[in-house]
Nanobody, 115 residues
Framework: QVQLVESGGGLVQPGGSLRLNCAAS????????LGWYRQAPGKQRELVAA???????NYADSVKGRFTISRDNAKNTVYLQMNSLKPEDTAVYYC?????????WGQGTQVTVSS
């Protein structure tokens, strides 16, 4: 069983930056593929960024060049650095850890981009 706890969300002005953190406990962190998803009101949850156990990354087209996902296996933590934030980035952001057919989710952290 893996527990995931996100932090770092908040209110930021357009053009600003935030870093989301997701701390994991339980399981063997370095084996998991990790991802950040988001869900805006009235919309489906969507993948924002993902990183494999080997460190390969992929991003949604809407965030390429602005967001960076990284992981620190020594700290059992995955990060999402978000720069040049836009109002359309407003959503609840969720951390995900997956291994084979099993996936775990955090409780989510709210990100609001508004002036």
């Amino acid at each position: 069983q893996v527990q995931l706890v996100e932090s770092g969300g908040g209110l930021v002005q357009p053009g600003g930056s935030l870093r989301l953190n997701c701390a994991a406990s339980g399981g063997i962190f370095r084996l998991y593929a990790l991802g950040w998803y988001r869900q805006a009101p009235g919309k489906q949850r969507e993948l924002v960024a993902a990183i494999t156990s080997g460190g390969s990354t992929n991003y949604a087209d809407s965030v390429k060049g602005r967001f960076t996902i990284s992981r620190d296996n020594a700290k059992n933590t995955v990060y999402l650095q978000m720069n040049s934030l836009k109002p359309e980035d407003t959503a609840v952001y969720y951390c995900n850890a997956a291994l084979s057919a099993i996936a775990y989710w955090g409780q989510g952290t709210q990100v609001t981009v508004s002036s």
